[in-house]
């Protein structure tokens, strides 16, 4: 199976911070990588799909980019709304995700 | 809209079985895989199977082939994920999604908690 690793694990910003977080996968998986977001106890949602492209009605505050196995979901200024758990996910073989990014206000 | 909409919380002793439901609205339901992914608390997200609504093909993840069965009712446009042989650790959030275009999750249900204590 194709492992993902985020990093980091956690991270600490104010509003109106840039954050940048970073999902590696341990062999080639072409464009097949997807963001979610995720709030306390409730379901993920789909923010990008295909490395880059923003799902309709996401923020455009929110973007990724990448290529072959280093990918990154950056968030240009942070909203209240924003933090949350985000997780990657590769759908170029059996599906797997990361291990999530918990963004925690400073 | 479309949506799918879960059955409700389970609390279930050590070694029984407990069957989810997963009902799709406002699109075919025969036209996209349902996975299930289940989350235990403070973990993240562990793909456990997905069942193909046209023809019932199923795939199991390695960690729970044995004890994982998924299933559909096409006339209901429901999927069902049923588990045995619980243990404690199996305690957590269980949600179905749609695997939708652009090979993501684009449509998760809401979870079901599945409670394993004795």
């Known amino acids: 199976d194709i492992q993902m690793t985020q990093s980091p694990s956690s991270l600490s910003a104010s509003v109106g911070d840039r954050v940048t977080i970073t999902c590696r996968a341990n062999?080639?998986?072409?464009?097949?990588l997807n963001w979610y977001q995720q709030k306390a106890g409730k379901a993920p949602k789909l923010l990008i799909y295909?490395?880059?492209s923003l799902r309709s009605g996401v923020p455009s505050r929110f973007s990724g980019s990448g290529s072959g196995t280093d990918f990154t979901l950056t968030i240009s200024s942070l909203q209240p709304e924003d933090f949350a758990t985000y997780y990657c996910?590769?759908?170029?073989?059996?599906?797997?995700f990361g291990q999530g990014t918990r963004l925690e206000i400073k | 809209q479309v949506l799918l909409i879960q059955s409700g919380a389970e609390v279930k002793k050590p070694g029984a079985s407990v069957k989810v439901s997963c009902k799709a609205s406002?699109?075919?339901?025969?036209?996209?895989?349902i996975y299930w992914v289940r989350q235990a608390p403070g973990h993240g997200l562990e793909w456990m199977g997905w069942?193909?609504?046209?023809?019932?093909?199923?795939k199991y993840a390695q960690n729970f082939r044995g004890r994982v069965t998924m299933t559909r009712d096409t006339s209901l446009s429901t999927a069902y994920m049923e588990l045995s042989g619980l243990r404690s650790d199996d305690t957590a959030l269980y949600f179905c999604v749609r695997y939708g275009d652009y090979f993501s999750f684009d449509v998760w249900g809401p979870g079901t908690v599945i409670t394993v204590s004795s």
């Open positions: 295909s490395v880059s």
């Open positions: 996910q590769q759908s170029y073989s059996t599906p797997g």
């Open positions: 069942i193909n609504p046209q023809d019932g093909g199923i």
């Open positions: 062999q080639y998986i072409s464009n097949y």
């Open positions: 406002g699109y075919t339901f025969t036209d996209y895989y």
